[in-house]
């Protein structure tokens, strides 16, 4: 992983992991999550994300249908989840 | 705001977070990038693949994040380079890092030049658990399968962490690393992927140059093709553990071919890092 | 604030020229996107003005060119912190677009192609200062800076010019858009440094 700021295309979802360290005990890239739009499952390393805006926002690699939105801000972390349906945290 | 946002800036900070570490060391890697060595106090260990994220913060309050993927080996306590560059005391808490020197950016390029021996920065790591591969059965579970990595340019990093990894164990897993790069001067870890490598049996690496090449090289200048992963990579009848990882075009291009050759896609794990640095 | 790192001192930010708090100058027109980049066809392209009581003014690419057509040349500046000076552009002011909508409505919410919105006053969108622009530096926009047209608002943070813009809602309450929703401020004025809701 190299950094990527300016860059017009995506990463993937192994990109979240620090960000989202900041907010769960459990490594999220490897948890398994449910897109809401197209039920599509797949880890959530393997996500779309695109990181060169104002905040993180993840999305489904099949119908493009937003996950998962992260917002830094000085008052707090402000987490989105509502494109997913489900997640499963594997053992 | 949605009924199922949250606001967590309550609990942003009780987690495991950023730390202080200090640069004890850094070399030229390739006439663009800079290996460092960062002393991490209380580094935890980490599997090969996994990565951390610099924080840098200026004067004026002025902050920059950004994620670099860990090269050293995962075992704690044992020195990962090789070669001249080896360094003699690396220990459990040293941390190294490649960094990839990108015209005008903003990070890099102070990464690359400014920081100095002694200078800190702020780390939050190792983190990822998805791209690693696990040399024994300590951090995750043991895959016996041969591993096929696929590295496009700086994408060689956390891929060489594997290989490092591997040694360490003193694993006898096979290795193909297939290692596409514009020209031999960009090559990163030339000496240690290049020659056969005490406890590096089992390991074959090809360089595929995709701009101009050595008289030596195994090939014309061209990007990787479906046939130099059929000649130089694993056959999907193995069933490999793959790691791809490089820019988003590389990326996507190596893992449709790999489909393409009848991977499963369970067996193949990927890490993009667009198409530029900063 | 994190500990120093010594000698790092990011982009210049320059002191002295007409640059809002926190901001850098750049050069170049850095594409920020929270997504994959549409790809919409002016033979197709359409711009809903839909008000309060659900009425719907429809403008379609050749409606747009018909219009009076201006050519602000403005600076801009990103919650990212980058500003750009100096920036040319041509399109359709919203007083033009907007002259002849009945409306009582204080806030609008613009969509885009692709599914963002933001949200902003309506009074933000008149009087001289927003347009719907189709030609940047005297070329077809292109599609990463929200081609075919975009929303143009370069009083307020770069997010509330909405590219690859679809729709306008008219609304009586205001509606947070896609960032606003996740912390971003409801106005976002530059020379405030209104990045965040509370700033």
């Not at chain 2, 306590?77 to 950016?105: F, I, Y």
């Not at chain 2, 300590?138 to 290989?163: F, H, Q």
């Not at chain 2, 006898?172 to 030339?190: A, G, I, K, M, Q």
């Not at chain 2, 996507?252 to 198409?275: D, N, Q, S, V, W």
Request: hydrophobic fraction near 40%; charge should be negative.
């Amino acid at each position: 992983m190299q950094d990527t700021t300016g860059a017009q295309t995506h990463e993937d979802g192994n990109a979240l992991a620090g960000p989202l360290s900041a907010v769960f005990a459990h490594d999220m890239t490897t948890a398994v999550g449910r897109c809401l739009s197209c039920a599509a499952e797949r880890p959530l390393a393997e996500v779309s994300v695109w990181s060169h805006g104002p905040g993180l926002v993840a999305r489904c690699p099949g119908c493009d249908a937003v996950l998962l939105r992260l917002v830094r801000t000085p008052r707090g972390s402000w987490l989105d989840m509502t494109g997913l349906s489900r997640v499963l945290l594997p053992v | 705001m949605t009924s199922t946002s949250a606001r967590l800036g309550g609990r942003v900070g009780v987690r495991p977070g950023w730390q202080v570490a200090t640069l004890v060391d850094a070399w030229a890697e390739s006439p663009s990038a800079r290996t460092l060595v960062l002393d991490v106090p209380g580094w935890p260990g980490h599997a090969p693949g996994q990565h951390v994220d610099l924080r840098l913060t200026a004067p004026d309050g002025y902050t920059a994040e950004r994620s670099y993927s860990i090269a050293s080996a995962a075992s704690p306590g044992t020195a990962s380079s090789v070669g001249p560059e080896t360094v003699p005391d690396a220990g459990p808490t040293r941390v190294e890092l490649t960094v990839q020197r990108v015209p005008g950016g903003e990070v890099s390029t102070y990464l690359a030049d400014a920081f100095a021996v002694g200078d800190t920065i702020e780390v939050r790591g190792p983190v990822g658990g998805w791209f690693v591969w696990h040399p024994t059965g300590t951090t995750g579970p043991l895959d016996p399968a041969p591993v096929l990595l696929l590295a496009g340019g700086s994408g060689v990093v956390p891929l060489t962490a594997m290989i490092r990894a591997r040694r360490a164990a003193g694993s006898r897993v096979p290795f193909r690393l297939l290692y596409s790069v514009r020209r031999p001067e960009d090559r990163l870890y030339t000496r240690e992927l290049g020659v056969p490598h005490p406890g590096d049996d089992g390991v074959d690496v090809t360089v595929l140059y995709t701009r101009s090449a050595p008289l030596d090289a195994r090939r014309e200048p061209g990007r990787m093709t479906p046939a130099d992963l059929a000649a130089w990579g694993w056959p999907a009848e193995l069933g490999p553990a793959c790691f791809v990882c490089g820019p988003t075009g590389f990326v996507e291009a190596a893992a449709t071919m790999l489909l393409a050759l009848g991977h499963e896609p369970a067996r193949i794990k990927t890490e993009r890092f667009g198409p530029a640095g900063d | 604030m994190g500990s120093l790192t010594p000698g790092f001192h990011g982009r210049p930010r320059p002191q002295g020229v007409a640059l809002p708090p926190g901001q850098y100058v750049t050069e170049d027109f850095p594409v920020l996107s929270a997504g994959p980049t549409p790809r919409v066809d002016t033979a197709t392209w359409q711009l809903d003005v839909v008000t309060e009581t659900g009425a719907t003014h429809s403008w379609s690419w050749a409606d747009l060119m018909r219009l009076d057509q201006e050519e602000p040349t403005v600076d801009l500046h990103c919650v990212t912190r980058w500003s750009k000076f100096g920036t040319s552009w041509r399109g359709v002011s919203l007083d033009t677009l907007l002259a002849d909508v009945a409306s009582a409505a204080d806030f609008a919410l613009v969509g885009a192609y692709g599914g963002y919105t933001t949200n902003l006053p309506l009074a933000d969108l008149l009087g001289g200062k927003a347009w719907i622009v189709h030609t940047y530096d005297g070329a077809p926009l292109h599609p990463v800076h929200g081609g075919p047209a975009r929303l143009l608002v370069p009083h307020l943070y770069l997010w509330k010019s909405a590219k690859w813009v679809r729709s306008i809602r008219l609304m009586v309450q205001d509606s947070p858009g896609f960032w606003e929703q996740l912390g971003y401020h409801d106005y976002g004025d530059p020379w405030r440094e209104q990045r965040y809701q509370g700033d």
